[in-house]
């Protein structure tokens, strides 16, 4: 019986345990609502400006979609018209001074090079986004291929 108790007691120390470290965690965590309580309406914040400077950015590794360095509002894309490739297809790039969609935007699955863009590479935004004019949420350490090779010869260096 006095076993019994024990288990017991054990067992009400842990729940204890776990619903103070699930209290502090739920106090720590942040989410994109920010700390207001689920049952409380907010406004919700303005929506951030698209970076619209026509600089092309650096692609972090070779087979990075290009992000879009231009403001996109309006742009249509349907199965009747594409706004995207007014610009950006072979034949229009001489007048807007558009980078042409790369040979890869005519292949099909089988490695086929079609006439025109590929039904796989219609959908644009699919792959490329605009970028917003904001801080990031979170942090991020991505490195690319350089500095980890450089970072590597110089370990090596050091050996
Ligand atoms: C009015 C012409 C025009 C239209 C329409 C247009 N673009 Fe562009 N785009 C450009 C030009 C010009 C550049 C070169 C950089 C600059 O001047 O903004 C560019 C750059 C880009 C780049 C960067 C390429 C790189 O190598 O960094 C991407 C990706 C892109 N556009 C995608 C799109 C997508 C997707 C759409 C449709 C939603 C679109 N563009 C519509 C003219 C256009
Ligand atoms: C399935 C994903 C995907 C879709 C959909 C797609 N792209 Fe791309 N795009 C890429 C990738 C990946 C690259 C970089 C590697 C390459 O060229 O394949 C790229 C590269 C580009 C470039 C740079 C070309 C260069 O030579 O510098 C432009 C411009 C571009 N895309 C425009 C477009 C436009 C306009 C559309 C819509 C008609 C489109 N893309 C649809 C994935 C996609």
Redesign the pocket.
């Known amino acids: 019986m006095q076993e019994h108790a024990k288990r017991f007691a054990v067992a009400v120390a842990i729940a204890a345990c776990c619903i103070t470290v699930s209290t502090a965690l739920a106090a720590e965590l942040m989410s994109l609502r920010g700390s207001v309580g689920i049952e409380e309406e907010i406004t919700a914040p303005p929506i951030a400006p698209d970076v619209n400077d ?1 600089q ?2 650096m692609r972090n590794y070779p087979e990075q ?6 403001q ?1 509002r309006d ?1 249509q ?1 349907t199965l009747n018209a594409n ?2 490739l ?3 297809s072979r034949q229009f790039t001489a007048q ?4 042409m969609i790369s040979i890869t935007h005519f292949m099909d699955r089988e490695g086929q090079i079609l006439a025109s863009v590929t039904p796989r590479r219609y959908f ?2 699919q792959c ?1 986004v605009t970028q917003a004019d904001i801080e990031p949420l979170i942090d991020n350490d991505f490195q690319d291929i350089d500095s980890l090779i450089s970072a590597e010869g110089s370990n090596e260096g050091s050996q």
Do not use: L
């Open positions: 026509d092309r950015q979609p290009p992000v879009i360095p231009h996109i742009y894309i706004k995207c007014s610009c950006h807007s001074q558009a980078p644009c935004t490329h």
